[in-house]
Structures are given as structure tokens and as C-alpha cells.
């Protein structure tokens, strides 16, 4: 390569290409705001579950007497309420896809190949669905009358 087409001739400092170049060929529709979306939900999200654990642990353990009443009727008791039920559906999800988001992210930093990290997504994917799906069944088909 000629080393004297790297310079311009006004200026002596080298002409460097930008390192994304736009072509013809590169779609402009492509282009989503996912991880702007990803990053401002981690943000919001940590936010308001640190309100809910530290609420929790407020009324649960400091409030309620301590971790020595908390049992099968202390449980029954608590999901009887529409609002507890919420507020702990409100900790699964936001925990679950909190976490999710963050493993995501550790994925896509540290997998190398594309195939490793679809699949380490995709069983991360499917373990938080059957989670939340699992942990929402619980908590709305709480039987406190089981025999």
C-alpha cells in the first residue's frame, strides 16, 4: 500500500475511515433502541424493587414479629389479600426479568460464538418464563385450605 495515499495534502495528519462506515448495502431500518429500552428498564426496575424487598423486610421481619411467625398460616394469611398478592407478583416479575436482563447482558459480553450464545439465551429465556409462569400459578392458586 503507498503510504502517501493515507495523508491529505492540507493536512498532515492521517485520514482514518470511521470504523462503521455506512454502505449502500446497510439497512437503515434495522436499527432499534432494544438496548437503550434494556438499560433504562435495569435502572427503573432496581429502583422499584429495591422499594418492594425493603418493604417487605420492613413488614415482614420487623413489624410482624420476626422470622419465628412466618409459616404455612403466615402465608395463607398474607396471600388472603388481593394487595399482598400484587405486591408479591410485583417482586417475582420485576426480579425474574431484572435478573434475566442482567444475565443477558453477561451473555453477550463474555459468549464468543453465535451458536453458544443463542442457546445459553434460550435456556435463560425458558428458565425465566417457566419461573414466572410457575411462581404466578403459585401465588394466584394458593389453597390455604389444603387438607
Known sequence: MNDVSLYDVDNPA??????RKRTK????STRTNFELYGWLFMRLSGVVLVV???GHLLIQLV??????KIGFAFVAGRWASPFWQGWDL??????MLHGANGLRTVIND????DTTRFWLKM?????????VLLGTLVIFTFDPNIA
Open 14 to 19: 492521517p485520514v482514518i475511515e470511521p470504523p
Open 25 to 28: 448495502k446497510t439497512p437503515k
Open 52 to 54: 418492594l424487598v425493603l
Open 63 to 68: 413489624l410482624d414479629g420476626g422470622v419465628s
Open 90 to 95: 410485583c417482586m417475582l416479575w420485576l426480579a
Open 110 to 113: 463474555y459468549a464468543q460464538r
Open 123 to 131: 435456556l435463560l429465556y425458558t428458565a425465566t418464563v417457566f419461573t
